[in-house]
């Protein structure tokens, strides 16, 4: 608790810096929340006043819209605003919430004081329709935005004091260089083993071919919805097989399928999960070569990587225990322990010989880089050492996406949606709960499924915590996170042990 408070003053600060940065953009912002927290607190409002301050408003939104175009031009004189994509973006977002407020202090005297309708509604007209415009001017000549088309991905990097901060937060006692080691080391091993299987495929040592092979085994149009139950339940049965985990009766019975519209799949081509798994496949509406690249993004082989992520022993079952065991913890709720769980499912489930083909590995291996690829460019995005065009490039050329799926996953990363560490905590949680199984399993100290029960019953905390209450560590009020769970050696077996038949 005292980690969470002190971390959420720190992002206070930050949102401080933010406004700070984007205030010349917005010298009328004060105005308007002035208009705002007067209603607040109640006060009597001074309809004529009122009318004033809204023409004034008017005028300041276009003063400040001329000096924000004088600070575009090469020889800007004084009082030019000069600002970038990442700023006006900022800025335009924020005099998008502006112009609600003020419509909403509006609404709230408009008719009902016929003094205020009387002196107010031009007034406020002007200031309302300057507002827009000038949001739509940030938008379009400076962030990029063509009216029709999807927005550009410009994003909003937090630099590197924000994500050690952020680390701190979480309970990753790494840095974000070091974590950036740990990507790059875990990708070339997953080159290694697609190599591997790529030779059993029959392409030698060339895993980019053997994965275009795999690409093209997807079922037709229709029938993913039927793969992904049958993908399900064989995961289901694996998992039981094996004694792996407890899977209660209900939480095998509640699932259920539902598929993503087009929109929706443009921020999230593949797969989101839960007691709802959302599946991304090509529909009637979409451009040929965005179906095709669809089909491809999310093949048959590719597919049965992830189901069992999304559902169980995954986020289903996750959320499924969670609600009701220890459900005080959802306050401390970390996608180091959400998405690192349901990752490290998809690296045990290899080690206990789930996968049954060459094609299976490398239908795994492409999500394995994925996850470490995803380390590498948000990472080095949020450190200005990548832009969002580089990450695409970087996705299609080194894991092998289609440009459709590489483009979804970099608008889903920056667009806001997810925390700046979210990308990250897949493997890196997956890696934590992969040390604290070698820990406390493989040593012999649990069994797989006390181990697995145990956790889910725990709740939702930093892997840390999960850790020091599996081992009985004292703690302190005082505690910084210590563990070191990446070893320098390798920690995995080099071929998935074969135990399906």
């Not at 994003?155 to 590197?160: C, E, L, Q, T």
């Amino acid at each position: 608790m005292k980690g969470r408070l002190s971390y959420e003053l720190r992002l206070l600060d930050r949102e401080e810096t933010l406004l700070s940065d984007t205030s010349p953009l917005l010298p009328f912002a004060g105005a308007i929340m002035g208009l705002q927290e007067a209603r607040r607190r109640m006060e009597t409002i001074d309809t004529r006043a009122a009318a004033v301050a809204l023409d004034g408003l008017a005028a300041d939104i276009e003063r400040g819209r001329e000096a924000v175009e004088r600070g575009l031009k090469p020889d800007a004189g004084a009082g030019a605003v000069k600002t970038t994509r990442i700023l006006a973006l900022r800025a335009s977002e924020d005099a998008t919430a502006l112009r609600q407020t003020l419509q909403q202090w509006y609404r709230y005297y408009n008719g009902y004081d016929p003094m205020f309708t009387w002196w107010a509604d031009q007034p406020y007209k002007r200031a309302d329709k300057a507002l827009e415009g000038y949001t739509a001017f940030l938008r379009e000549r400076i962030v990029g935005v063509v009216p029709g088309a999807d927005d550009p991905i410009v994003g909003n990097p937090i630099g590197r004091d924000g994500l050690v901060v952020d680390l701190e937060r979480e309970m990753i006692p790494y840095t974000p260089e070091e974590l950036l080691a740990i990507g790059e080391r875990e990708y070339a091993w997953c080159v290694e083993e697609a190599k591997k299987a790529a030779r059993e495929m029959g392409f030698v040592d060339d895993w980019k071919a053997a994965l275009e092979k795999v690409k093209n085994l997807h079922v037709e149009p229709g029938r993913q919805t039927d793969l992904i139950r049958d993908l399900a339940y064989e995961a289901i049965a694996f998992v039981e097989k094996h004694q792996l985990v407890t899977v209660p009766p209900l939480a095998r019975d509640v699932w259920r399928i539902e598929m993503m519209a087009p929109e929706r799949q443009k921020v999230n081509p593949f797969f989101l999960g839960g007691e709802v798994i959302q599946v991304s496949y090509p529909t009637d509406t979409m451009d040929h070569q965005d179906k095709l690249m669809s089909l491809r993004g999310n093949a048959t082989h590719f597919s049965r990587a992830t189901v069992q992520h999304e559902l169980i022993p995954g986020h289903h079952l996750q959320g499924y225990m969670t609600a009701r065991y220890n459900t005080h913890r959802a306050a401390f709720e970390t996608p180091f322990w959400g998405e690192g769980w349901a990752l490290y499912w998809e690296m045990l489930l290899w080690d206990k010989g789930f996968t049954s083909s060459p094609e299976d590995r490398i239908g795994m291996l492409f999500w394995r880089m994925h996850r470490a690829a995803r380390i590498v460019f948000s990472l080095s995005f949020h450190l200005g050492k990548m832009s969002p065009q580089e990450a695409i490039d970087f996705l299609v050329d080194k894991v092998g996406h289609e440009r459709f799926t590489a483009e979804g996953e970099v608008r889903r990363s920056f667009n806001g949606t997810y925390s700046p560490l979210y990308q990250v905590a897949y493997m890196i949680g997956g890696l934590q709960f992969r040390a604290l199984h070698r820990e406390l399993v493989e040593s012999g100290k649990m069994s797989d499924r006390a181990f697995h029960d145990t956790i889910l019953k725990l709740g939702r905390m930093p892997v840390e915590m999960v850790r020091a209450s599996l081992i009985k560590q004292p703690l302190t009020r005082d505690y910084k996170a210590s563990w070191k769970f990446y070893p320098a050696g390798p920690v995995r077996s080099s071929q998935p042990r074969s135990t399906q038949k």
